[in-house]
């Protein structure tokens, strides 16, 4: 039987997926959770897998789900979605907006985690109805706190390549801001490995009538973030995309108080580990030389944290997977590129030499992503990942991000 036929028989059962699945969606939107704290959202995945015949494994790296159904001889296929929301207020105005707060946050799901955990439930649904028409294993990650860059690496630490077979090869998706109904694949780097930086700059408190008695750590902070929008243009080379941005400053409590420090926390995206090494030590060449020409009393302090891996597809994979889109979409099988938001989806399988590929489906409603296409403003009319306007449109996207997952598994399984 071929591929395509072996999809086509997988994916009969789609409409009756979707009667359950678009509601499902909905409530996921409405009741979003925050990192390391999914847990009604995991008892739901947990519920449903076992329904469907799945060996489940709970708790795996806190709130993690992880779901097994083997069928025969063959390979091997991870399947991953990531569960957790954002501490964002919805303003999306949808009937199902989010209006959930987490002790006195707001939460949202402004990433489209609750769009990947539907697709990758609909998906693991109708392959077990169809498991005649494949052989192998097939293993279902639902995976806590992506957001914070620890979720993945949580999970296998706490064992999960102890509990499932090895898997041949591991297979993601992220919903985007580009045309739903489109599905995008991209060998080798794909999404930037990311390192958050929290810098804190000492200076002498004093009034601020009285500056000459002070050293002012806001005109340091300031200096600081100004001489650091040169790394990226006087010491990476062109050809090298890097994006460095400063999202936060914070210091003193009053207008006329110079106070004894400043922080600054910043963000760095990069696809070359020694690029990445180039400029972190840059950065901190930067910030030490402005505080000893500012006469700083104290060293300064570094901190990184929320640091992800590069997404770095295994080319042979993505081909696979690529070619498979190609007969199922059509035109609508495009190229991704590279895309300089971040993912810890490698931290699975990378240091365990598993092969992966992860691809974009499309999330923005058609027209409204043509027209601004049209009138040049997808910039400003289409809102991108982690803005509180965004809210795929419930189809196509749940319908690609399950045709997706099933035809990329159906190439091995």
């Known amino acids: 039987m071929s591929r395509e036929t072996r999809a086509s028989a997988v994916l009969a059962g789609l409409d009756e997926v979707r009667s359950w699945q678009e509601d499902l969606y909905r409530h996921l939107h409405a009741h ?70 987490a002790d006195g946050t707001p939460v949202m799901h402004a990433c489209g985690h609750d769009v990947h955990v539907t ?17 192998g294993t097939l293993v279902t990650v639902f995976q806590p706190a ?16 102890e509990l499932v077979p090895r898997p041949d090869v591991a297979l993601g998706q992220h919903v985007l801001p580009f045309r739903a109904g489109q599905v995008a694949t991209n060998p080798g780097p794909t999404l930037a490995a990311g390192d958050s930086m929290r810098i804190t700059v000492y200076g002498r408190g004093a009034h601020g009538s009285m500056p000459q008695s002070a050293v002012d750590p806001v005109v340091l902070a300031s200096m600081i973030v100004v001489r650091l929008q040169t790394i990226v243009s006087r010491e990476v080379a062109p050809s090298e995309p890097v994006v460095l941005t400063v999202g936060s400053i914070r ?6 108080i110079i106070p004894d420090d400043a922080v600054i926390e910043l963000n760095l995206r990069t696809y070359d580990e020694q690029v990445r090494t180039t400029v972190l030590k840059a950065i901190e060449r930067i910030v030490t030389a402005e505080c000893h020409a ?14 992800y891996p590069l997404t770095d597809n295994d080319p042979d994979v993505t081909r696979r997977v690529a070619d498979a889109f190609a007969d199922f979409f059509g035109d ?24 992966y590929s992860y691809w974009g489906i499309g999330g923005i409603d058609p ?47």
């Open 146 to 161: 992506e957001e914070t860059a620890d979720g993945a690496r949580g999970m296998v630490e706490d064992g999960l390549h």
């Open 251 to 256: 210091a003193g409590s009053k207008s006329n």
């Open 32 to 101: 979003p959770e925050l990192s390391h704290q999914e847990h009604d959202t995991a008892a739901e995945v947990s519920s449903r897998l076992r329904e469907w015949g799945y060996r489940v494994h709970d708790g795996v790296g806190g709130t993690g789900v992880v779901g097994i159904l083997s069928h025969g001889d063959g390979p091997t296929v991870l399947l991953r979605a990531d569960m957790d929301a954002l501490p964002v207020r919805e303003e999306t105005g949808l009937p199902y907006a989010s209006t959930v707060e």
């Open 367 to 413: 027209e409204q992503y043509d027209r601004a296409a049209r009138e040049g403003r997808l910039g400003q009319d289409i809102p991108a990942n982690h803005s509180p306007g965004f809210a795929p449109a419930i189809q196509p996207t749940l319908d690609v991000g399950t045709q997706a997952l099933v035809v990329a598994a159906l190439e091995w399984l």
């Open 294 to 307: 500012s006469n700083s009393p104290r060293e300064p302090r570094f901190e990184l944290f929320g640091r």
């Open 332 to 355: 609508d099988a495009t190229a991704l590129g590279r895309w300089s938001a971040s993912e810890d989806f490698s931290d699975l399988v990378g240091d365990h030499g598993i092969a």
């Open 119 to 135: 697709c990758l439930l609909g998906a693991a649904h109708l392959l077990a109805a169809g498991a005649q028409h494949w052989n």
